[in-house]
């Protein structure tokens, strides 16, 4: 698998980072952007939308929320609709799969890529690799 990088302000990641515990994230002294295993992002999203039920600053929860789905969207792909296809698919991204996000799409997913980079800022020479770039529907600077 590969890695992606997406952009994101330092706001999304200290969110992701105070509901979940990453573990061995790589983060950039210089602008704030980390590397970070896409099981584990995941685990965060599921994680931070659990628990916003409990938050104080509901619209702000919301707006999070939003970010948190449009980077979500980028790195998981959800099965074929078709019964032709899904048995193929299925068995190709067992291993891959997210069970957490049946809930929250309705559907079978599994993940596209191994490491996610969440960039805070784009032209910070950190984490030089070949990762292809997400739209960039999850910014939020």
Request: glycine fraction near 8%; include cysteine; charge should be negative.
């Amino acid at each position: 698998m590969e890695k992606i990088s997406l952009n994101t302000s330092r706001a999304v990641i200290e969110v992701l980072m105070d509901v979940y515990e990453w573990g061995d994230v790589a983060e950039c002294g210089k602008c704030g952007s980390v590397v970070i295993g896409a099981k584990h992002f995941a685990d965060a999203v599921v994680r931070f939308w659990n628990g916003v039920s409990d938050s104080d600053d509901e619209e702000k929860a919301d707006e999070i929320s939003e970010v948190l789905r449009a980077l979500l969207d980028q790195v998981v792909e959800v099965a074929p609709k078709s019964n032709d296809e899904f048995g193929d698919w299925h068995e190709r991204n067992q291993h891959k799969m997210l069970p957490a996000l049946l809930e929250y799409y309705h559907d079978f997913v599994c993940l596209k890529v191994e490491d996610i980079i969440l960039r805070t800022d784009g032209t910070c020479p950190c984490f030089p690799t070949n990762a292809k770039n997400g739209s960039g529907d999850g910014q939020s600077n």
